[in-house]
């Protein structure tokens, strides 16, 4: 019989660990959850409900449609492992494209493939956002070794100083720097604006567009169509059933990591190999399972403890950012499938060890106790980091690690980990895939789509109404008139002045000829004018 988690016996601990702990000797991981509040009467009472999430996940993958608002079938499992693809057509495919990719990579690095004045590409501007920016960010910052591949710059935002810095960062290598514009649709704002800038900035540095860009899209889609008549450098395929999220097997992930020179093949295998464990239809046995059964014992099935991830290793660092859209697009929804108002999710925070050591473990550790800590270790150390004396850096790291898992113990703080025997390409995919399908069972146990994000579907039609909004006003002021938001508000039939407001402030900032009169503390009594 499993022990209570309580804290007070270390000999209970023990035994909680021994009974709880699993791992597969093959990836070399370990997973330990028995530090999570997780007991014998949970296992029990959830093993019918995964039962359920184990049929689920596996009709997912057989190519059941998931996402019904869509009508799409979800299938980033088949990435790693085409074979499992319901259509040879797409098995094919998939194959195809990470042949395709690998040997895209060789070319550039090898510089048999080159920049159109001749001399070898130097960089990569990287034009994505979402899971189009942040899988390609944490495949760059987690396995580039330095002096291998190209150095990476990223458009992951529409913020202009940012494009204005990057830029700047590439300006004498314009002209051999690879552009890829990543859009699933083609028709999303951000991308669209970054690939302008860039491609206005390149050709303005000598450099030729159609023989640096780079699509990652849709076939058919308007990038796809725009490369197409442009005679882009390369495309490489999105797919249809592969949301932004779970797009890092796909050329959203594997591009960036031929174009470092990561072991892609690997990272693959270890992502295939973590679907194979984690498929296992028993609770107990079944590490992603594990993982979802934590969450949901943490949180009383309503997601009321965030998720706190320290990795202990500087190279996954970005993992807290990459799991907050895996974890909470996923699952932060309104509705459960059944149309009955749930507000599920989990919050997704973190840092990296032992930076969190000065950071906020204090409050971890004697603050609000409404998280609990996933830790993440490699064991294997570099071989050219000697000892000095008798201090050994990977020492220290570990012992900080146990030190804060320890600490949070004992002010009755829960916390799972996970270890990875070395860290590398394989590793990476085997996490990766390890926290999807935790994801995946955990929505099934809450009755969640976690395929769907119609919360960043409203976000994007309101800032549609915004922009629409904008430039009603802008027509409205070309007339040189000096106007108040009460004026403009009734004249543009707006709801309220709040967002003429915040509108004019914009533009009164920036040198585009609008000048305001009045106290800006008191909007109501302002004028604006175009001038």
């Known amino acids: 019989m499993l022990a209570n988690f309580d804290g007070s016996s270390a000999e209970t601990q ?25 007991g014998q009467a949970d296992l029990e009472a959830l093993a019918p409900r995964f039962d359920q999430a184990f049929a689920a996940m596996a009709a997912l993958e057989a190519g059941a449609i998931a996402n019904p608002d869509e009508q799409r079938q979800v299938g980033h499992y088949w990435l790693r492992t085409p074979d499992l693809a319901p259509d040879p057509t797409i098995t094919a495919h998939i194959s195809g494209e990470v042949d395709r990719i690998e040997a895209f990579g060789r070319s550039v690095l090898d510089g048999s493939l080159r920049a159109p004045n001749g001399e070898a590409f130097t960089d990569v501007l990287w034009i994505g956002i979402g899971g189009s920016g942040l899988g390609p960010l944490l495949m ?4 580039q070794d330095e002096g291998v591949g190209l150095p990476f710059h990223f458009f992951d935002n529409v913020d202009p100083n940012g494009m204005s810095r990057t830029l700047a960062a590439l ?9 890829v514009v990543v859009s699933k649709s083609g028709g999303t704002p951000e991308p669209h604006i970054g690939m302008e800038q860039a491609q206005a900035r390149l050709e303005a540095r000598g450099g030729q567009w159609a023989g640096q860009a780079v699509a990652v899209t849709m076939l058919g889609s308007k990038l796809d169509q725009l490369a197409v008549a442009g005679n882009w450098l390369r495309r490489f395929d999105m797919f249809d059933w592969v949301g932004g999220r779970t797009s890092i097997t796909s050329a959203v992930g594997l591009l960036p990591g031929a ?38 014992v943490a949180g009383h099935g ?25 974890v909470m697009e996923s699952l ?37 106790d409404n998280f609990f800590v996933t830790f993440v270790e490699a064991l294997e150390e570099p071989s050219d980091i000697p000892p000095i004396g008798d201090e050994i850096p990977g020492d220290f790291l570990d012992g900080f690690l146990q030190g804060t898992r320890s600490a949070l113990m004992e002010g009755g703080r829960q916390s799972l980990s996970i270890t990875l025997r070395r860290f590398d390409a394989t590793a990476l995919g085997a996490l990766i895939a390890l926290f999807e399908r935790a994801v995946g069972l955990y929505a099934e146990l809450v009755n969640v789509n976690a395929y769907d994000q119609p919360g960043v579907e409203a976000g994007k039609k309101a800032a549609a109404q915004i922009l629409a909004l904008q430039e009603q006003l802008e027509t409205l002021l070309s007339d040189g008139q000096s106007r108040s938001l009460q004026d403009l508000q009734q004249a543009l039939g707006a709801s309220s002045p709040e967002a003429l407001f915040w509108i004019l402030r914009h533009l009164c900032a920036n040198p585009r000829g609008y000048q305001a009169s009045g106290d800006w503390g008191q909007p109501a009594a302002m004028r604006f004018v175009k001038v």
Request: net charge positive; aromatic share 10%.
């Open 332 to 368: 932060g929804k309104k509705h459960d499938r059944s149309g009955g108002v749930v507000h599920q999710g989990i919050a997704v925070y973190g840092n990296k060890g032992s930076t969190d050591q000065h950071a906020y473990v204090q409050q971890l550790r004697d603050g609000v």
């Open 259 to 296: 174009l470092i020179g990561a072991d892609i093949r690997g990272f693959l295998a270890g992502a295939s190999q973590m679907d194979g464990v984690t498929r296992v239809a028993d609770l107990r046995q079944n590490p992603a399972a594990l993982m979802a059964a934590s969450w949901y």
């Open 302 to 326: 309503q997601g009321q403890r965030d998720m706190v991830v320290l990795p202990y290793r500087d190279r996954l660092e970005v993992f807290s950012r990459y799991l907050q859209q895996l």
């Open 140 to 143: 760059v910052r987690a396995l």
């Open 171 to 179: 300006d004498g290598r314009l002209s051999t720097t690879l552009v």
């Open 14 to 38: 023990w035994q909680r660990f021994c009974e709880l702990l699993w791992y597969e000797g093959d990836l070399g991981i370990w997973l330990d959850v028995s530090r999570m509040a997780i």
